[in-house]
């Protein structure tokens, strides 16, 4: 489990590079934050190393885990 709070902004240009987004989650004890991506930049983003990084392919992330903004209250 990454000891890290993992980005859930599915729509983030740079969340195919970012081991925030892509990091291989524990199943009952990650949390999450939106990340915001602005100004061309994101002030959280932590570059993936493909070498020795445990992460997941992208597509199975958008399309399986809820990350969706909108139904969490607060956090916009």
Do not use: H
């Amino acid at each position: 489990m990454p000891d890290i709070s993992m980005c859930c902004n599915r729509d983030c240009p740079i969340r195919e590079k970012c081991y925030r987004y892509r990091a291989r989650p524990d199943k009952y004890w990650q949390s999450y934050a939106f990340f915001e991506y602005k100004d061309d930049k994101c002030d959280n983003f932590w570059e993936l190393d493909v070498r020795v990084d445990d992460f997941l392919p992208l597509k199975p992330i958008d399309d399986t885990f809820d990350r969706d903004i909108d139904k969490w209250g607060g956090l916009k």
